[in-house]
């Protein structure tokens, strides 16, 4: 019977730390982390940190920390309990007892236990959580704050894009096309496109019986770090020989922080896509070109 009320103990004592621990645990993944691994990806919140600089162990005084900081937060979750549930507890935990056999409410021994619950927990995750970058590789790229309609319009965007090819040229139209389909690719992947390229698909024409008469429109892409930009330009004859006039209007623009709007997307993809079905041109420019290319 003995054994059987000891292992009774056992079971609900190590239940009843895991619960108290996982208290802890979610406690701390609600507050923010404290700063001290800016290098570090992953780290979203102060378990996280805390994670980190126990599994690490380089940081002596970060390590201390974190224990410190876990101590504290096991406490806050063990303060409540009734004394009568700590000397329960403490019959694992403690040799002492009254004359009754009655162990005395340990409260730092049952914190301690829930302490190190929570820094073996920390100790369980795995180095591939966190990533630790280099400040210099930061600058190198931006990172685009991209929601899933973004992706969804940049995609449909890529696409459209793709049927564009056979209005191309020129080597020149190939090159800045496939510039354009790069820089769609690189700010999916939430990278910097490194470019700076405006490429137009184009039906203006010029009448050459009369070279005033130049009309048309022209569905554009311009992509570079400051971000991706759909418009639509619309050229009319101004009355002199082979000149035009031209407005142009903006439908959508994602830069790195901001998003596209889905509806405004929407109506440049149908204003490209109804452009298609006439006879058609590319014109671009270029200004920068990763090195790659």
């Not at 020149?172 to 769609?184: C, E, V, Y």
């Not at 490429?199 to 019986?209: A, E």
């Not at 930009?229 to 000149?243: A, D, V």
Request: hydrophobic residues 40%.
């Amino acid at each position: 019977m003995k054994d059987v009320l000891h292992d009774t103990f056992q079971r609900y004592h190590q239940a009843r730390v895991r619960q108290l621990a996982a208290r802890g645990i979610k406690a701390m993944q609600a507050l923010e982390a404290g700063g001290l691994f800016e290098n570090i990806s992953g780290i979203d919140n102060l378990w996280d940190e805390a994670c980190w600089a126990i599994l690490d162990g380089s940081d002596d005084d970060a390590f201390e920390a974190a224990v410190l900081t876990v101590s504290q937060f096991a406490a806050a979750e063990t303060h409540d309990l009734l004394s009568e549930e700590i000397s329960l507890h403490c019959y694992l935990l403690s040799h002492e007892a009254d004359d009754d056999g009655i162990p005395p409410p340990d409260m730092p021994a049952m914190t301690k236990e829930v302490s190190e619950h929570m820094q073996e927990t920390a100790n369980a995750r795995s180095f591939g959580d966190f990533e630790e970058t280099d400040p210099d590789d930061a600058e190198v790229g931006i990172t685009w704050a991209l929601s899933l309609d973004d992706r969804q319009c940049l995609q449909e965007i890529k696409d459209t894009i793709w049927q564009w090819r056979s209005a191309a040229r020129s080597g020149h139209d190939l090159l800045a096309l496939g510039a354009i389909l790069t820089g769609l690719e690189s700010i999916l992947q939430q990278e910097d496109p490194g470019l700076v390229v405006r490429i137009g698909l184009s039906n203006v024409t010029i009448n050459v019986d009369d070279e005033a008469d130049i009309d048309g429109h022209s569905i554009e892409i311009a992509i570079s770090n400051e971000g991706c930009e759909l418009c639509k330009t619309q050229y009319s004859p101004t009355g002199q020989r082979q000149s035009r006039d031209h407005e142009t209007k903006v439908f959508a623009f994602l830069s790195p922080s901001g998003h596209f709007s889905q509806t405004s997307v929407d109506e440049w993809l149908l204003n490209a896509r109804e452009l298609m079905a006439h006879r058609v041109v590319i014109e671009a420019s270029i200004d920068a070109l990763p090195d790659y290319f």
